[in-house]
């Protein structure tokens, strides 16, 4: 299959980010993960397909998704318009017709070309910041194909890569996915494969052995999400750094945790799984910071 056909389920692409690696960077989000963490900031990106997010602000009752709906899932009254998310099929006609967006579709078919074609206009930027193109998800190896490609391309461009991954994925595909990767983005969620495993749904032993590798063979971050009650005790930060002294990463990025992607899982019908959780102090996030970097690390907080 030619590049221009080969196509990938893409939710968003970000220019002028700064939290994905070096520089000033677009950031390509594919669609799809094999994990389910109960904080995830971005619910959209979860599943492998096109799905509704609704935008009730945005909403006139002009009724034109309500006439389209093939399976009665959608009704219009005076309390606004309500979706019946067990009947829908994901037919995706409703936000096809609405002329607000106050139902849009979240994840776009795209080709590598239409990627390169974006991710090209900011070459100079990257040029003068040191910045470049990062693949983030969802989990960019659930679609490695296309990724191993798209990475391919931007290097034949001249443009730094980066790959934000969670590492669950065959070591034989990763390791084809780092030959042209730059940088590795590495999240590291739990140590005990236990509790990783309450908290995303999968164990941690592909997960960590896959860090080892990969630090052993391209420039690796090690990325920490700071989950309150879930990761933050000082035990658990101190093997966080252990291990990232074990496998000798560059440097530990603590990535807070924020309920910015909270709003999301109503817009895509869903209870929000980690509510009544408080985010975590300055002091806190500061006392954690300075443990990794007692044991000889560099560390970022939110990069």
């Known amino acids: 299959m030619k590049n221009q056909e080969q196509k990938g389920l893409i939710f968003n692409i970000q220019r002028f980010s700064i939290h994905d690696g070096p520089g000033i960077r677009t950031t390509v989000f594919m669609k799809g993960c094999p994990l389910r963490c109960r904080w995830c900031s971005n619910p959209e990106s979860q599943n492998p397909y096109p799905e509704i997010m609704t935008y009730d602000v945005k909403c006139i009752r002009c009724g034109k998704c309500e006439q389209i709906c093939p399976m009665n899932a959608i009704t219009i009254s005076q309390k606004g318009r309500k979706i019946a998310r067990t009947q829908c099929t994901l037919c995706l006609k409703c936000a096809e017709v609405c002329p607000t967006g106050a139902i849009s579709i979240s994840g776009k078919y795209m080709t590598i070309e239409e990627v390169m074609k974006e991710v090209g206009s900011d070459k100079l930027f990257y040029q003068n910041s040191g910045g470049g193109v990062t693949i983030s998800g969802g989990e960019p190896?659930?679609?490695?194909?296309?990724?191993?490609?798209?990475?391919?391309?931007?290097?034949?461009?001249?443009?730094?890569?980066?790959?934000?991954?969670?590492?669950?994925?065959?070591?034989?595909?990763?390791?084809?996915?780092?030959?042209?990767?730059?940088?590795?983005?590495?999240?590291?969620?739990?140590?005990?494969?236990?509790?990783?495993?309450?908290?995303?749904?999968?164990?941690?032993?592909?997960?960590?052995?896959?860090?080892?590798?990969?630090?052993?063979?391209?420039?690796?971050?090690?990325?920490?999400?700071?989950?309150?009650?879930?990761?933050?005790?000082?035990?658990?930060?101190?093997?966080?750094?252990?291990?990232?002294?074990?496998?000798?990463?560059?440097?530990?990025?603590?990535?807070?945790?924020?309920?910015?992607?909270?709003?999301?899982?109503?817009?895509?019908?869903?209870?929000?799984?980690?509510?009544?959780?408080?985010?975590?102090?300055?002091?806190?996030?500061?006392?954690?910071?300075?443990?990794?970097?007692?044991?000889?690390?560099?560390?970022?907080?939110?990069?």
């Open 141 to 303: 190896l659930s679609q490695w194909e296309f990724v191993l490609q798209l990475l391919k391309e931007c290097k034949q461009e001249g443009l730094h890569t980066a790959l934000d991954t969670c590492g669950y994925a065959p070591w034989h595909i990763l390791e084809k996915v780092l030959e042209h990767t730059d940088l590795i983005l590495f999240d590291i969620k739990h140590i005990n494969s236990s509790q990783h495993r309450k908290g995303t749904g999968k164990g941690n032993r592909l997960i960590l052995d896959n860090a080892k590798r990969t630090a052993a063979k391209v420039r690796t971050w090690l990325r920490f999400p700071l989950i309150p009650g879930y990761n933050d005790s000082d035990e658990h930060v101190r093997e966080v750094a252990e291990l990232a002294t074990k496998i000798r990463v560059e440097k530990v990025s603590i990535l807070p945790y924020h309920e910015w992607g909270k709003a999301k899982y109503e817009k895509l019908g869903r209870r929000y799984p980690f509510k009544n959780t408080q985010t975590l102090s300055d002091w806190h996030i500061q006392k954690l910071q300075k443990i990794i970097e007692n044991m000889g690390l560099k560390v970022t907080v939110g990069n």
